[in-house]
């Protein structure tokens, strides 16, 4: 049977080894979750310098995106890749908020998170009828009409050039224009969408999913409605890409069309399936591989998509259940050679 692992969700854990289950103890759960935290929240005093330090907010802000399309590809089984239109959804519809209603970063931050939501639902309505292969070409062409509504949208999405937003501002003291308070900012909303995502996991909707994953039709002959429930997981998935949306908008303070492509959605499957779409930790642990690979080697952009789609054949046919899955083995091996 398959083995289970410390960073494997705690529900799923507990499967057998041989004969002997294999049972995590409660530090064992919460030691690798905390001490990510507080490498997290500890980075900015280690003074890795602005470059660093901006890479690392950017890493965050995309990995909210991830938790979401973790939840989608990982629980339910439905790839999507079409994240960064809905990224783009929430991150227009805080510039607009913010230049024609005076709305800031905590006042949009909802509205962006439920237009992402609703796109995706419409979205969702006809294409998760036809599912599979077919739902990915779906999502991929939604990346590009979104382009294409956003470079034709004239003053009221920026057209080509896109739309600039003021910085957060000083709010109960805290100044967010200084990059230190964006980043902690930025690194408490990622871990409430890990929070979230161990949530849903752990739920008895979280179960749904994954027995719609697991057996589709099973699930429809027991009086599961599938098809609501995978909506709904497209629209949960797509309130995660808003607030990743309007995260990105104000990091960066200036968004454009480009940015909101068919490249960045695939960019960000690729760090879904690279990290583990089933694992709490896997798409942190993705991000981190696809976003620092090329600083630690140096790599200009060509070589870096080179190593990425090298990486991610590798990944596929060594590991295909993600990085965070083989580390989990290795460390359930190293247990058990030590245990014995």
Not at 66 to 92: K, N, R, T
Not at 95 to 109: C, E, Q
């Amino acid at each position: 049977m398959a083995e289970t692992s410390t960073l494997q969700h705690p529900r799923e854990a507990g499967e057998a080894v041989g004969t002997a289950p294999v049972r995590l103890t409660l530090i064992e759960r919460l030691a690798l979750p905390v001490i990510v935290a507080v490498v997290l929240f500890g980075l900015p005093w280690l003074h890795p310098g602005y470059r660093i330090l901006s890479l690392a907010a950017s890493t965050c802000v995309s990995v909210v995106a991830l938790y979401g399309l973790a939840i989608l590809f990982g629980q339910a089984g439905i790839m999507s890749v079409g994240h960064a239109a809905l990224m783009g959804v929430g991150a227009y519809a805080g510039a607009i908020l913010a230049r024609d209603a005076g709305l800031g970063f905590f006042t949009a931050l909802p509205a962006a998170a439920l237009f992402s939501a609703l796109v995706a639902g419409l979205v969702g309505l006809p294409a998760l009828r036809v599912g599979g292969h077919h739902f990915v070409i779906i999502t991929f062409a939604l990346c590009g009409l979104f382009t294409i509504i956003l470079t034709n949208g004239g003053t009221f999405t920026g057209s080509a050039t896109g739309l600039d937003v003021s910085p957060i501002g000083t709010i109960l003291g805290v100044n967010f224009g200084r990059l230190q308070n964006l980043y902690l900012l930025v690194v408490a909303f990622m871990l409430a969408s890990m929070g979230v995502t161990h949530l849903i996991m752990a739920s008895r909707y979280g179960r749904t999913l994954r027995a719609i994953r697991e057996n589709e039709v099973l699930a429809q002959a027991i009086g599961i409605n599938t098809g609501l429930h995978k909506i709904i997981a497209f629209m949960v998935s797509g309130a995660f890409a808003g607030v990743a949306g309007i995260l990105q908008l104000y990091f960066l303070q200036h968004i454009s069309p480009d940015l909101y492509g068919a490249f960045p959605s695939v960019y960000i499957a690729l760090m879904v399936m690279l990290g583990g779409p089933r694992r709490l930790l896997g798409p942190l642990v993705g991000a981190g591989i696809v976003s620092f690979l090329p600083e630690v080697l140096n790599l200009d952009p060509i070589d870096a998509r080179i190593a990425y789609g090298v990486g991610l054949i590798v990944v596929i046919l060594a590991l295909p259940g993600g990085v965070m899955a083989g580390l989990a083995s290795l460390y359930l091996a190293l247990r058990r050679r030590i245990v014995r």
